[in-house]
């Protein structure tokens, strides 16, 4: 085939490919002599060798290309680097742009802001050994791998103009989210979306093992490619010059294919329908064009080239080798005297907002609010406390309905889920919507389109990180997702939250709108699907993360739902976890006293007793179940002991809890001492494990006094209110919890057992029976106290 | 194309198949008049339904055309529910073939049992909706979906004999888990293994949306079944006598090829290379058979069929439908005047031990223990403690290799992890077996075939479903994981203690080997990688489960880890979590103290001080770069405060601190308040979240004297030791921690702070100059006490 890069073009490619892999093996040796303009010496290499030299040519040539491309089409576009170990790749690409001297002014275009650039990497109080957000251009960190196509997905969503090059490891294919996250093609409409471009980039190995993907066929390889519904283009070799032609070439067919697709499907008359993506598989050795043999070992294309090829620096050798390695690179050609690149190679990099470094993409920087309806505009009208009942989810279905058609022209808002939002409720945003679906359809499909802004595939992950990647290039969403299998994204949100604490740290880091989860279909109410989808750990889990980012609410009825979801989508760089339920249930605050009771986070329910200002007992609840059965506690105590003076307290804001120097929403002391007093005992109702209750309060003076009563791992397919029962967390185990804890009603103790269980007894016969709970709790109401 | 069934064959299965489905739309509807022997009424139905009929008569379908082959080929096979939904039809089938009436003989075969069988389900107190350990022959419980595949090849490893259907569901096909598990094939060895059938079965449904691989072209999904190293055999139709034909046909067809392939491959001659595995995807209207129309709207084959096609029986014509549908089987046909199954159709199921429902080892039957060696005899040699440095798991290592040799006759023990054996320095076993690979090999390539009883995939999930498939067939395995990245299984392990809970309430499942974790590269060691490495809340999740099931392990040098991992491979129904450094770190017990130290889970060590009978501060520790910051403090202390009195406990078993009510391991409050004091400062470093400590200690007595240090979020590229300093668990801050807390040191507090800061000082100056630590930290050895 004749040559598609003529001789200076080559030439270009070459270099600049050349420049970023002597600075990335610079950052993983070198602390001084930058330039190699002495002879290398063991006073010039690092003590600590911490890095991953393997990936970084592959991502360094697949850069340099795609910057060739960016300049020739004028192209619009973001690098994903999926092998997170590439971090001396992009930090040297963007320094190569410029874009990291912008970021880090000290880092100079020069032989001083060289040394800083080597010595700074993996180097304490330096930078990350991955693609961090101390990297510009980045919204990907990859450390933990799987969710580089998924983020990619997440970006190009409704930025219609927008590449997104998408590098994937064939370690990181292996794992369960990227497998899973190539249908994402199945979800991208042409029309209004940008284009993913995935590259696969086979070198063979992992850590210490073969890929499986590098080592399968090319005729399955290439099956599985179009089965996963893309068109793959292979370039393959070792030979720079040929991969160089080649991948031009390749990657121009590719480009011109995209283009074509999307100006087909931007006619006016255009019908949708899901085209054959082009992507790529690039097979190079791993480690390219660094040590071929190290002590008699083939390094170069095989699994030893994962980390730092040359390590043992006591060789005198081995420090001759480091030096060959990176002359091979020829320095002197690439960087003037300064230090600085030649401006020949320079020049072959794009400028301004072209450059993938500096793409405000990759900033959050488009970034605008929310045009919000005024949440109280769908309020349930409450004329008093208990007096009906209502699905908070259908509530807030309407209100995030009216989110989404108010913030059409912005394009900016989706909502994402595990094919659970109709099942969730929050079906009123079909109204103005639909499910985004690029298949055919079928009579009886309902609410499915190309362009629908809900976004459900069956895989908690993959959603997560559309979210992710959407939420990282500007733009808002909101998860909702049944409350135990959210877990199934655990590490995902861990990874997010160090991208959150990372990027607060870095100065030119735009905030962005914060990681928003609805959790429902609790616990509580698993009807139909009993023990396997009966876990409330999610939040302990988030209350790990730090102060400043984790944020855990726990609604009691719709009105405070709608104020809670309200100001969580304006709020920015947190991680918002919301727990509520979508079955009818009583509601308890008509939207003023909801605005109210969310701001505070925490409140006295006085409306709940008469006399609750010198309490016997404190009875505390947090969560929709909770809250009902310690209402109806209340009520039953009302009989037992008139006498007996109760204050309620309901906590929305479960940070609350926290000592004010532990979280920024902690109570004062003071405060909270007013509340649950120092000496009542307080009887505590909770949606989640006990154990997370007791860890927000041991160092509030009065913790000792607190009594919590949640979800044991009792699970089972059983009515509702049988969960409490046998869970200990019913209306009836509260009220003796109550008896048995107030000192002067030491004698009525017994009573009360036997009270207690007698109904129990009662209770278990009458649902062996039934099937169904006890008249007297299916239709209990909430009765307001007499006042004297 | 001929007939493949004649005629009694084709009556026989579809009236096997009639009565399957009968019994399952009996359970999700029925608590009387199983037999329809009276006209139905209101009163016969259910007042809560609760079920899914969806994919119902798939897998009974499926299931009943496997009972066919198991005869005709004597086949030894296990059925795998991915569809965790389909309780009703694997109640169903276990019930046709006696097995369910052998296990609760209260469910008779007769109208009687029939009736119970139709009352429990979904009943309070009664049997869950989904294939749980409740149900004979099941492994999966498939509640949470996804991991059917990976628990189908954990299940064939090394039961050559066994061929393990799993039926995919292709909702469930669109999970990470799920997706990547396809590629299992690449780790299965045909010549000693078992095969898997994959069974696709397309619906066409999630609960709301259409399914990826249902609309995608069979031409795509051929590619992909084919990209995934299977080939696939397409089933489709929604007449049942024409279905009834191609299934027969067609798995008989790949039954033949799984026989042929297993022939060839057990050759003696024969060369180990991956075969072109056979595969089914079948075709079917989601709840076929059901109601085709309900109010005007149509049911069968669509989304609507996936839980009760007919809910509100308010209607009478509902109620008829109902009747009409279950007639619609001909009970009449299916079972006799008593109730009983007919026994022409009875006869149409295999018999003892080849019923799917009665495989042993779908209930861990062939379970022995493991043949361990003596774990004594792999100890460090320990003159005194702190005399020498030792990597902990690269010594466990060689104690797992003489487990995987001694127990190479019984081929039921394997090593589980994601591409880090080697990198977690467990290589040891390379010694006597490799990872296995099906794959062609290169020159460079080592430690791999296909008879490897390591098995390394880079994906956590499916190496957790593989583990799980493997210890419930009844075997052992142990998975060696990089402690942060174990969450990403956080969800998987939480269904299987789930399934560990409701199997240990079930009188007739045997006991499993546990669910062993070593988690290791962990949080304080991740020098290479950082932040995104740095997570130790896996334990957290772990101490929330029920404490019959939760154990939680820190070992604090190697002889301690044999000890912990020798007692664990013996233990059985729990899920064990190991958490051991790799790095070479001080050792402080000899074997002997180890194995003392490890049976109590916590102990004094007494030889740290010389004087601890009547201390000022118990320093504690857990974990084992807290314990060596913990002693470092204690050799600064004997510098700063001569006369101190400290007693240092270490803690092994983390669940000791629970009271013993609260866990089995949980330390009586007397011996606690003994170790600890009543009064006394304790200083707790600890190698995880401060939290988890303080939550298991909360009920004993002295809690307010904790002071806990550990894991705040703080994480970086940087040096094991200043991963202690910017947490605050370092040596400086502990013995700060003491004089600030023992209150006759009260004078000496401004010094020591004073003293503290520039200790910082200078360790951040040295730090960042020389890119390593102060050469008093990397030089600090321990130094045993001078007795007065």
């Known amino acids: ?31 001084d002599n930058p330039l190699l303009r002495e002879p290398l010496t ?19 040539l697949i850069y340099a290309h795609l910057n060739r491309l960016i300049i020739q089409y004028d192209l619009n576009a973001l690098f994903v680097a999926g092998p997170g170990h590439g971090g001396p790749a992009l930090v040297a690409q963007t320094y190569l742009e410029g874009t990291y001297t912008e970021c880090y002014p000290s880092v100079e275009r020069n032989a001083n802001g060289l040394q800083r650039l080597f010595r700074q990497f993996s180097w304490p109080y330096g930078i990350s050994s991955h693609v961090s957000a101390q990297v510009p251009g980045s919204i990907h960190e990859g450390g933990e791998l799987g969710y580089s196509l998924a983020h990619a997905y997440g970006a190009a969503f409704d930025n219609p103009d927008l590449i997104v090059a998408c590098v994937i490891g064939d370690g990181e294919a292996e794992t369960g989210t990227l497998a899973a996250s190539w249908h994402s093609n199945k979800f991208l409409d042409p029309a209004r979306d940008g284009a993913v471009l995935p590259i696969l980039h086979l070198n063979g190995y992992k850590i210490a093992n073969p890929t499986i993907l590098s080592c399968i066929s090319e005729e399955e390889l290439s099956a599985l490619m179009y089965g996963y519904g893309y068109d793959p283009y292979f370039v393959e070799g070792d030979d720079p010059a040929q991969v160089h032609q080649d991948l031009a070439r390749t990657l121009d067919t590719i480009i011109v294919k995209i283009r074509d697709i999307q100006r087909l ?16 598989v690039l097979r190079t050795p791993k480690g390219w064009t660094g040590p071929k043999f190290v002590d008699g070992h083939r390094v170069e294309g095989t699994w030893r080239a994962h980390q730092v090829p040359l390590a043992d620096f006591q060789q005198p050798l081995h420090v001759r080798q480091l030096e060959d390695w990176m002359s091979s690179y020829r320095p002197d050609e690439l960087f003037d005297d300064n230090g600085a690149l030649i401006p020949e190679i320079a020049a072959l990099a794009p400028t301004g907002h072209r450059r993938m470094s500096a793409n405000p993409h990759a900033n959050g920087g488009l970034v605008q609010p929310l045009n919000l309806p005024r949440f109280t505009d769908y309020a349930v009208a409450l004329s008093a406390p208990g007096a009906m009942r209502a699905e908070a989810t259908r509530i807030l279905g309407t209100f995030l309905r009216d989110v989404m058609k108010d913030n059409r022209q912005s394009n900016n808002f989706r909502l994402f889920g595990p094919d659970e939002t109709a099942s969730n409720r929050l079906d009123a945003v079909y109204e103005v919507t639909a499910k985004a679906w690029m298949e055919p359809l079928h009579t009886e499909d309902i609410n499915l389109a190309p362009d629908g802004r809900v976004m459900e595939i069956l895989s908690e992950q993959v959603c997560e990180g559309w979210l992710e990647g959407y939420l990282l290039t500007g733009r808002h969403g909101l998860l909702s997702c049944y409350e135990a299998f959210i877990h199934i994204v655990d590490s995902m949100v861990n990874q997010h939250a160090k991208w959150l604490k990372t990027a607060a740290e870095v100065p030119w880091r735009k905030p962005v709108a914060s990681l928003n989860f609805l959790l429902t279909s609790h616990v509580w109410r698993q009807d139909h699907n009993g023990f396997s989808h009966q876990d409330p750990g999610f939040i302990d ?8 980012i984790a944020r855990i609410y726990l609604p009691p009825d719709a009105n405070c739902l709608l104020s809670v979801v309200n100001h969580c989508l304006k709020s920015r760089d947190y991680i918002n976890v919301i727990v509520a339920g979508k079955q009818p249930e009583w509601q308890w605050l008509d939207i003023n006293a909801a605005l109210r009771h969310c701001q505070t986070g925490i409140g006295r329910w006085e409306w709940a007793c008469h006399n609750d200002e010198q309490p016997d007992v404190v009875m505390a609840c947090a969560g929709d179940v909770p809250t009902l059965e310690t209402l109806a506690a209340v009520t039953l105590l009302r009989g037992y002991v008139p006498d007996l003076r109760v204050r309620v307290i309901n906590v929305v804001d479960l940070m609350v809890l926290q000592p004010g120097w532990q979280h920024p929403h902690g109570l ?5 001492d007013d509340l649950f007093t120092l000496d009542k005992p307080v009887i505590f109702a909770f949606h989640g494990y006990p154990a997370l209750i007791h860890r927000l309060l041991y160092k509030r003076a009065s913790h000792d006094n607190f009594h919590v009563r949640g979800f044991k791992e009792e699970g089972a397919t059983t009515t509702p209110f049988d969960m409490a029962v046998i869970n200990n967390l019913d209306r009836y185990q509260l009220a ?10 030491h004698a009525q103790v017994p ?29 209990w109401q909430w009765t307001p106290p007499v006042v004297d």
Do not use: C
Request: without cysteine; positive net charge.
């Open 265 to 280: 499907s931007r006619q006016p008359a255009a019908t949708a329908q899901r085209p054959l993506w082009p992507m790529l």
């Open 751 to 779: 009573t009360a057992r036997a009270r207690y269980w007698s109904m129990m007894e009662k209770h278990k016969l009458y649902l062996i029976e039934h099937g169904e709970d006890l008249p007297e709790v299916l239709n």
């Open 541 to 548: 889990l988030v209350a790990n993360k730090k102060s400043d």
């Open 736 to 745: 003796l919890d109550v008896i048995e804890r107030v000192p002067r009603l």
């Open 42 to 60: 063991l006073a010039h290499i690092k003590p600590r060798l911490l890095g991953h030299w393997g990936t970084t040519p592959g991502l360094n």
């Open 1 to 31: 085939m004749s040559d598609f890069l003529n001789a200076e073009q080559l030439e270009g490619v070459d270099a600049y490919w050349r420049a970023s892999n002597y600075l990335a093996v610079g950052q993983i040796y070198l602390k």
């Open 668 to 672: 004062p002391d003071r405060h909270f």
